[in-house]
């Protein structure tokens, strides 16, 4: 059977749950995720009054194992990476565990220390978001890791050795917490929390890492009715955890079972996860907690990645890597996507001095849609902006916020005033009245720009304005025959009439290259 040697696999055994994830990854199109497969071990539960693991427990790992073994042989991938946390690394008898594992399995597997279970997360978290400063925190089931960074750079880690299943086996002596037992759960994760000095007062945003962290950002977007895909750098405040708190502590185990956004597997532990979170964000004093879709898998991904391609993966470029990534996968060339973007920011920059349009707050979105602006054609021709719009609005972009891939998105995909305003019509709670004119004529303005270059050859090489009263003049530089950048323009100059409310008139000159 060949091998199929492009492609990776991670197993991570945890203390709730043990997974497998296939990969590969090139620079074009970045990581790619063939196959997620989740076993719920629930490992944690099974460590005796002694500190071991139980039989019982070592068997589930052992399973787990020869299934994902088999799997494996299946797809036809070898290389594999398997790492344990808090469950193996805490059990008395973990040598034993891990001998056993391999002898029956055949799968050698790594025993991650505290300290890089830590620095995992932190990894993934400073590869996928452009949050430069933070605290995290990733909660599992049998451990709590929180680091603290600055510029992308860590200044401090620590484990904490209780996670969401030992903390439900520790307080919560029946289906439902009692009022007693969630104070003392409280009391314990706040006294754990007050150890670390570093961690007190520190007023940055949180990032969470996790299944649990997860699942609370699902559930907080069922309850807003959420309109917008896409959960990695989902946002909630303080004032989220507290609504949620509420809601839960009156909950039985069978209304949490109907809970939307909430798995089935963790409404059990869902409230020792919660209280720690909402008594981390009080300790911290964060402004925002922010969920990291991205945490120790793909840490453990990135470390393995980064010593094969360094200049891949700058954590000063995460974005402009995911823009990429986008292009990649429909086989856009980057540099091509980029062609008229000086003339398209010239025009801008004139206009906003101008007060013709208002500028974006993040002028970086300007560049990302111009790149992406009807990627949609690649799929259909006829139908290029509505698919623009649905893909950009699906994608998880790595260091984008869901309301920044919104706007991205109807930018990318203008067409007209009329499917804008269908387009735009479901998030009037996100974009503002002042912010649906903005985003209007810029589309409108990247529309006018790249409608131009329609062979894509970029005869065009420079521009200037001028204005009067009554009209505004474009001077446009030009090589060679550029009889259908100059047809495409007048074609297209209603778009920058109904902007600027005034006569638009296009000069072309010849110049030299």
């Known amino acids: 059977m060949e091998t199929n040697s492009k492609q990776k696999a991670i197993i991570d055994i945890g203390s709730n ?100 279970e830590a620095y995992y997360g932190y990894l993934a978290v400073i590869h996928s978001t452009n949050i430069q400063t933070a605290v995290t925190i990733d909660m599992g089931g049998g451990s709590t890791e929180v680091t603290y960074f600055e510029n992308k750079e860590i200044k401090y880690s620590h484990s904490f050795p209780f996670g969401a299943v030992s903390l439900k086996k520790k307080f919560i002596h029946a289906s439902s917490i009692t009022l007693e037992e969630k104070e003392n759960l409280i009391a314990y994760v706040r006294e ?19 299944g649990s962290a997860r699942n609370l950002a699902q559930v907080d977007q069922q309850r807003k009715d959420f309109s917008l895909h896409g959960i990695h750098q989902y946002e909630l405040s303080a004032l989220d955890l507290k609504e949620i708190s509420c809601e839960f502590a009156t909950s039985t185990l069978e209304d949490l079972k109907k809970v939307e956004g909430l798995s089935s597997d963790r409404t059990d532990i869902i409230v020792p996860a919660l209280e720690t979170f909402r008594v981390f ?70 206009f906003t001095e101008w007060n013709y349009i208002t500028p974006l707050q993040n002028d970086q979105l300007l560049r990302y849609a111009f790149q992406l602006f009807h990627i949609g054609k690649e799929i259909d021709q006829n139908t290029f902006s509505q698919h623009t719009f649905y893909l950009i609005t699906n994608l998880t972009i790595d260091g984008v916020s869901n309301e920044e891939r919104l706007k991205i998105a109807l930018l990318a995909s203008y067409k007209n005033k009329d499917t804008f305003r269908q387009y735009v019509g479901p998030y009037k709670h996100i974009i503002s009245n002042g912010e649906n004119k903005q985003l209007r004529d810029i589309g409108a303005l990247i529309r006018f720009i790249k409608g131009m270059d329609v062979l894509g050859r970029s005869r065009i090489k420079s521009v200037s304005l001028t204005k009067s009263d009554f009209k505004i003049e474009f001077i446009f530089g030009v090589v060679g025959n550029y009889m259908l950048e100059q047809y495409q323009a007048e074609k297209l100059k209603k778009l920058i009439e109904k902007i600027v409310q005034l006569e638009v008139k296009l000069k072309f000159v010849i110049t030299e290259e």
């Not at 002694?50 to 039989?55: D, Y």
């Not at 754990?192 to 996790?210: E, N, R, S």
């Not at 993966?313 to 540099?335: C, M, P, S, W, Y």
């Open 192 to 210: 754990q929390f007050h150890t670390l000095t570093w961690l007190l007062d520190l007023q940055v945003p949180i990032v969470a890492i996790g």
């Open 17 to 116: 749950s043990i997974r497998l994830v296939v990969y590969s990854y090139n620079r074009s199109v970045g990581l790619i995720e063939h196959h997620n497969f989740k076993m719920v071990a629930r490992l944690s539960m099974h460590i005796d009054i002694k500190g071991n693991l139980s039989e019982e427990g070592i068997h589930i790992l052992i399973d787990t194992l020869l299934k994902f073994k088999k799997i494996l042989n299946d797809i036809s991938v070898n290389d594999v990476f398997a790492a344990a946390t808090a469950a193996i690394r805490q059990a008395n008898n973990r040598d034993t565990i891990l001998k056993e594992a391999e002898k029956q399995t055949g799968i050698d597997i790594t025993l991650l220390s505290a300290e890089q």
């Open 281 to 350: 964000s009080e300790v911290v004093k964060g402004p925002a907690f922010i969920y990291s879709q991205k945490g120790l898998r793909e840490g453990v991904i990135f470390a393995q990645l980064i010593e094969q391609f360094p200049d891949d993966f700058n954590v000063n470029d995460v974005t402009t890597n995911a823009i990429r990534h986008v292009l990649g996968k429909f086989n856009v060339n980057e540099n091509k996507s980029l062609q008229l973007y000086e003339i398209f920011s010239s025009i801008y920059h004139t």
